[in-house]
């Protein structure tokens, strides 16, 4: 018993009358004067943003909000629809979809630049890294996170307008240039157009702010939830989930349907 590890937790000391985060007054530092992205970045990293900071990750989060009828905003439909009375199921049941083929990938990338480049500092050569990167994950038939899109040829839009946030606000490094740089030499050899995407870039820009790999990922979970709650304030005005619910059914089974 003597050995067990006491527990400790910095994040925040709530007493009968305050409030404190990270060292700020809760209700005299923060409240009326940080905006929700800023409140993230200062639970994330444990400080407020510079202004420059402040810029970039609210960028990047505000990149996340929003990508249209995708399988989580359907699911948070879906489930709404099923059961009204508990909005946060909904919600969860949209995050929960979030995995490496939707917006997580941009933890994939994020961790193939760290793991890349674990000292920002050091001198390296970025096409040759570049190379090699491609030329692992060619070797071991692994497709590579954060280049190429489905839908935005050839080009995603959102990638170098982020970029060039990062870049006018001082943010630009090893890790854009390297997640640049293994778009060029992936496209080479491919008969289709691999720009970086937008997790791509987030994966990027997050790490030229220094925050690990293991963690990117819930700078969506944090922005998609916002949308998700848009689309359920669609549902509950314009719904359409009973419309999905018999297209389905009646298009998945058109060919069990006997002729009349």
Not at 68 to 97: C, D, F, H, K, V
Not at 133 to 140: D, E, G, L, P
Not at 184 to 206: D, Y
Request: proline share 6%; net charge neutral; with cysteine.
């Amino acid at each position: 018993m003597a050995n067990r590890k006491k527990l400790k937790s910095d994040i925040v000391l709530v007493e009968t009358d305050k409030i404190t985060m990270h060292g700020l007054d809760l209700c005299r530092d923060i409240l009326g004067k940080v905006n929700l992205g800023d409140m993230a970045f200062l639970q994330i990293k444990g400080r407020l943003p510079t202004p420059q900071e402040s810029v970039v990750f609210n960028a990047i989060a505000v990149t996340l909000v929003e990508h249209g009828m995708t399988p989580s905003a359907i699911a948070a439909r879906m489930t709404y629809a099923g059961s009204p009375e508990a909005m946060q199921a909904a919600i969860a049941a949209g995050l929960l979809g979030m995995g490496s083929a939707m917006v997580g990938a941009m933890e994939n990338a994020a961790r193939m630049l760290q793991e890349a480049i674990p000292d920002r500092k050091a001198r390296i050569d970025i096409d040759a890294l570049a190379r090699e990167v491609v030329k692992q994950h060619q070797a071991k038939g692994e497709t590579i996170r954060g280049i190429g899109h489905h839908f935005h040829k050839p080009l995603d839009p959102r990638a170098p307008r982020l970029f060039e946030i990062a870049r006018t606000n001082g943010l630009g490094g090893p890790y854009i240039e390297l997640m640049e740089a293994i778009s060029s030499c992936a496209e080479a050899t491919s008969p289709e157009p691999l720009p970086v995407n937008a997790p791509g870039a987030i994966g990027a820009i997050a790490s030229e702010l220094d925050l690990p790999w293991q963690i990117v990922r819930g700078i969506g979970v944090m922005a998609r939830a916002i949308g998700l709650i848009a689309h359920i304030r669609e549902e509950i005005r314009d719904p359409m989930t009973r419309e999905i619910q018999f297209r389905v059914e009646e298009e998945a089974t058109a060919h069990l349907r006997m002729p009349r």
